[in-house]
């Protein structure tokens, strides 16, 4: 099979004047069978459940708090490797993952859920 996975991106911002849109759309063959959908909690940073997803492919995270800001990290200790800020009910990706460890913890060290959802390569 061919184009198993679609994404489809839409930015759109006008303010006083300003405006700038972006749409695209992306089909992409995926060799992988495995999948992952489910409700994390995390606080201090760590690591993202995988599940039966062994490698990292593909993925997009949902902040589901309604209060708590949540940031992905590359690394399980430090801030040099937090990357993106997932303001509260708000998500990023998609995005193709280019590690197979993906770190997350709320700003504020108090427990928020996260809804990941990840695919294989």
């Known amino acids: 099979m061919a184009n198993e996975l679609e994404i489809t991106g839409i930015i759109r911002y006008n303010k006083s004047g300003v405006k700038a849109e972006l749409s695209l759309n992306s089909r992409i063959d995926i060799t992988g069978t495995k999948t992952a959908e489910f409700v994390q909690s995390v606080t201090t940073k760590a690591l993202i459940k995988q599940a039966d997803v062994a490698s990292l492919g593909y993925g997009i995270i949902e902040n589901l708090s309604d209060s708590k800001t949540v940031v992905l990290s590359s690394t399980p200790s430090d801030s040099d490797g ?34 990941v959802i990840l695919i294989s390569p």
Do not use: C, E, T
């Not at 800020?85 to 708000?90: G, M, Q, R, T, V």
């Open 82 to 115: 937090d990357m993106i800020k997932i303001l509260p009910n708000s998500f990023a990706g998609p995005m193709q993952f280019n590690k197979n460890a993906v770190y997350a913890y709320s700003v504020d060290g108090l427990s928020a859920d996260i809804r």
